[in-house]
């Protein structure tokens, strides 16, 4: 199964910070990386496909990027309702691993 | 408005069965393959199994192969997953959720539904 490795685990930020998170595919995967958003004890929401598609209704602060083995989530400027954890999800092939998880929080 | 919604979880014993169904709504169901993802206690997401829009391919992670059946009716919108010889670590809450495919290649998770929570202990 190929492995997914998002960098950081965890990281504290104020609103209006610019964040990135980091998820790596121990094999190339293409562009085919979803990442989610999930806050708790709610499910997870799509927020972008392909690497770089932003999901409808998703606000035009989060961004994606990469192809092959690295990819890059971004908010470029955090709001309030943004303290969650993100994942990232390859689809390359199955099983459509899932990253850990980075929990982004409030500074 | 597509929605989808979980149900059969429970208290269960180890070595136990269960069966978890997910209705779905506001969509051709037929249409789309399905998945499970599970989510253990205060842990990160782990995808379990998939089924084609016709129910004829299934897929599963190794963790449930052998034990886990995912299975569809597309006349009655349902979606299962049939749970044998369950163990501590099976416990989770279980979500449902909908693929979204563009020129059949599957590409992500689009709609989940809000989970149920399956407990397997004595």
């Known amino acids: 199964a190929i492995r997914m490795t998002q960098s950081p685990s965890s990281l504290s930020a104020s609103t209006g910070d610019r964040v990135t998170i980091t998820c790596r595919a121990s094999?190339?995967?293409?562009?085919?990386l979803a990442w989610y958003q999930q806050k708790p004890g709610k499910a997870p929401k799509l927020l972008i496909y392909?690497?770089?598609t932003l999901q409808s209704g998703v606000p035009s602060r989060f961004s994606g990027s990469g192809s092959g083995t690295d990819f890059t989530l971004t908010i470029s400027c955090l709001q309030s309702e943004d303290f969650a954890t993100y994942y990232c999800q390859q689809y390359y092939s199955y099983p459509p691993t899932f990253g850990q998880g980075t929990k982004v929080e409030i500074k | 408005e597509v929605q989808l919604l979980e149900s059969g979880g429970g208290l269960v014993q180890p070595g136990g069965s269960l069966r978890l169904s997910c209705a779905a709504s506001g969509f051709t169901f037929s249409s789309y393959a399905m998945s499970w993802v599970r989510q253990a206690p205060g842990k990160g997401l782990e995808w379990v199994s998939a089924?084609?829009?016709?129910?004829?391919?299934?897929y599963y992670a190794d963790s449930v192969k052998g034990r886990f059946t995912i299975s569809r009716d597309n006349s009655k919108n349902t979606l299962y997953l049939q749970m044998n010889s369950l163990r501590a670590e099976d416990t989770a809450v279980y979500y449902c959720?909908?693929?979204?495919?563009?020129?059949?290649?599957?590409?992500?998770?689009?709609?989940w539904g809000q989970g149920t929570l399956v407990t397997v202990s004595s």
């Open positions: 392909a690497a770089s």
């Open positions: 094999q190339g995967i293409s562009s085919y």
């Open positions: 959720a909908k693929e979204i495919t563009i020129a059949a290649r599957p590409l992500g998770l689009d709609y």
């Open positions: 089924i084609s829009g016709s129910g004829g391919s299934t």
